[in-house]
């Protein structure tokens, strides 16, 4: 009888265990639409692209609006948000019945569980508040599946992203069809902060994976480049370059002024703040020109395969080299302004934008 009865114990047990690890399996079963999206977002238009996305990310309880009414799909998400999201798809996707409760500041929880759960470590990020970047937002939501979650759909090899060249995380999005580029060739300007609609297909697309996307990228070919997707792609990459290095040269001029009001400041608290300026600016500078630098070799990368460019590809190469020598020789006048050579940067600058301006006329 004791058998038996140990018998009937164990067999409960044994159904209870199985019973607890099926409800706790976890996959992408795990995510049900618990709420129904009713078109309370004033601003998301039935007929945009991302209506789907929102109203999905809505009913998954993986995003929410701004308010009530509004959704705000073309605000920029801070990393503490993106963060936040990658940590509810991960514990859905886990199962783990995690309650977030409230915290000061509010995202601290979820920030804890990302570092606890390998999403994200610690220290990565200084400014939770940050708006976050589109490659550091791959990177946070790469680490909230693990890899048999995001199968390849999408054959991408490495380097075949035009402006991305090695990052995992980037790439491992991409073939899994959850991110895309923003232009048939694969653009996908991983320094652009990322909206709060493309944050909604993102994380549909992590969530169901029937609705993530098949990719073929366009390579540069020979021939005409003065219409078609590659020749705006160039264009616009050829501008930003031209913005960021119009930039660099207004930025260095401030700090050339600055430095001379400091020479010309005879008390300590106006040669402290000129200073305090001059720095900023000079910071500014180099940021501008490594920005200008990084357009240029993306544009350069654009230009490949087609002999029609061969003259834009050696202006931008011209660029690159320019930016690079001025951003060698600024923090030689950050440590030493008064021996530090001022004119050498402010021509290699100047080059910059005249050489892109010239890139600019030969692309018509």
């Known amino acids: 009888m004791k058998k038996f009865v140990t018998m009937i114990l164990c067999s409960v047990l044994i ?27 004033a601003d998301v238009q039935s007929g945009s692209w991302y209506y789907n996305s929102v109203a999905s990310a809505y009913a ?27 940590a509810r798809l991960h514990s859905i996707y886990y199962d783990d019945k995690t309650v977030f409760t409230n915290s000061s500041p509010w995202y601290t ?34 680490n909230a599946f693990p890899t048999e979650a995001l199968d390849v759909k999408n054959i991408i090899a490495d380097g075949a992203i035009p402006d991305v060249d090695a990052d995992k995380a980037i790439y491992k999005l991409f073939r899994a069809g959850v991110m895309t580029g923003k232009t048939s060739t694969g653009l996908f300007y991983p320094n652009d902060n990322i909206q709060r609609n493309e944050a909604a297909a993102v994380v549909t697309r992590m969530a169901d994976q029937t609705l993530r996307v098949s990719v073929t990228l366009t ?117 030493a302004p008064a021996t530090g050579d001022w004119a050498i940067v402010e021509q290699y600058l100047n080059l910059c934008g005249s050489t892109i301006t010239d ?3 030969d692309l018509g």
């Open 15 to 41: 159904v209870s265990v199985l019973a607890t690890s099926a409800s706790a399996a976890s996959g992408l079963q795990n995510f049900q639409k618990t709420v129904i999206y009713a078109d309370q977002f």
């Open 60 to 86: 998954y309880g993986l995003m929410n609006g701004l308010t009530n009414s509004q959704f705000s799909p073309t605000d920029n998400i801070q990393l503490s948000q993106a963060i936040t999201m990658a």
């Open 109 to 142: 929880n979820y920030v804890q569980y990302a570092i606890d759960n390998g999403i994200i470590t610690k220290g990565q990020f200084a400014d939770y508040t940050a708006y976050a970047t589109r490659a550091e937002f791959a990177q946070i939501f790469a």
């Open 219 to 335: 390579s540069q070919q020979g021939g005409d480049i003065s219409s078609g997707s590659s020749a705006t792609d160039l264009k616009n990459k050829v501008n930003s370059a031209k913005d960021a290095a119009a930039t660099a040269i207004t930025s260095f001029s401030a700090a050339k002024a600055y430095y001379q009001s400091v020479v010309s400041a005879g008390d300590p608290i106006t040669i402290a703040v000129y200073t305090d300026a001059m720095y900023k600016t000079l910071q500014s500078t180099m940021t501008a020109a490594q920005a200008c630098s990084t357009d240029a070799k993306i544009s350069i990368s654009l230009c490949e395969g087609n002999t029609k460019l061969d003259k834009v590809s050696a202006d931008l190469e011209k660029v690159v080299l320019c930016c690079d020598e001025a951003t060698k020789a600024i923090p030689t006048i950050s440590q």
């Open 359 to 361: 890139a600019l006329k």
